[in-house]
T-cell receptor, first 113, second 116 residues
Framework: NAGVTQTPKFRILKIGQSMTLQCAQDMNHNYMYWYRQDPGMGLKLIYYSVGAGITDKGEVPNGYNVSRSTTEDFPLRLELAAPSQTSVYFC????????????FGSGTRLTVV | AQKITQTQPGMFVQEKEAVTLDCTYDTSDQSYGLFWYKQPSSGEMIFLIYQGSYDEQNATEGRYSLNFQKARKSANLVISASQLGDSAMYFCAMREETGANSKLTFGKGITLSVRP
């Protein structure tokens, strides 16, 4: 059982480059979330989705975009990478909104130089 | 104002002893949920325990229990009989709102080190 799969695990980007962080879940969860974790800090919500075709901004959405064309996939797009986006990115899914225990992916460590 | 406050510096505990990790929260909602997650050095986020605001009894899950004091708005995690594998970062989180737009807000975390 795969759960939530994030790719890549590590990536180094140059300033101004773009990339997509992939997130896929196989649990048929409607609710999916993208968080970022800066060093020594807690997780901050970037974007979330309550179902296919529906997305909404979280606490720190600037510099990011998302789409949710299927229940399974929730990619996060960085258009013009900046050093401030150096962080660890976590994708999570849930069968209930803010449910009793998200299932998290293993994270993507992104460095922008 | 922070919604979730975790102010303890790095915590240390002797193996087999109990430890309490503090968490206070701020909300005006009547219905909310409180969560604790563990993040070991490998980086994954592991769900530990959940307490609903209307739950009258403190939640327990194995060696983990949540000391929920609603009037004080605190939700401290108690780990009994600490093990070396408990060394990790611990995050308190809160879910406000009901309905589709509810989501988790995390505190900054507490580092726990278990000494042999």
């Amino acid at each position: 059982n795969a759960g939530v799969t994030q790719t890549p695990k590590f990536r180094i980007l140059k300033i101004g480059q773009s990339m997509t962080l992939q997130c896929a879940q196989d649990m048929n969860h409607n609710y999916m979330y993208w968080y970022r974790q800066d060093p020594g800090m807690g997780l901050k919500l970037i974007y979330y989705s309550v179902g296919a075709g529906i997305t909404d901004k979280g606490e720190v959405p600037n510099g990011y975009n998302v789409s949710r064309s299927t229940t399974e996939d929730f990619p996060l797009r960085l258009e013009l990478a900046a050093p401030s986006q150096t962080s660890v990115y976590f994708c999570a899914s849930s069968n209930r909104p803010g449910g009793a225990g998200y299932t998290f992916g293993s994270g993507t460590r992104l460095t922008v130089v | 104002a922070q919604k979730i406050t975790q102010t303890q510096p790095g915590m240390f505990v002797q193996e087999k002893e109990a430890v309490t990790l503090d968490c206070t929260y701020d909300t005006s909602d009547q219905s909310y949920g409180l969560f604790w997650y563990k993040q070991p050095s490998s980086g994954e986020m592991i769900f530990l325990i959940y307490q609903g605001s209307y739950d009258e009894q403190n939640a327990t899950e194995g060696r983990y229990s949540l000391n929920f004091q609603k009037a004080r708005k605190s939700a401290n995690l108690v780990i009994s009989a600490s093990q070396l594998g408990d060394s990790a970062m611990y995050f308190c989180a809160m879910r406000e709102e009901t309905g589709a737009n509810s989501k988790l807000t995390f505190g900054k975390g507490i580092t726990l080190s278990v000494r042999p």
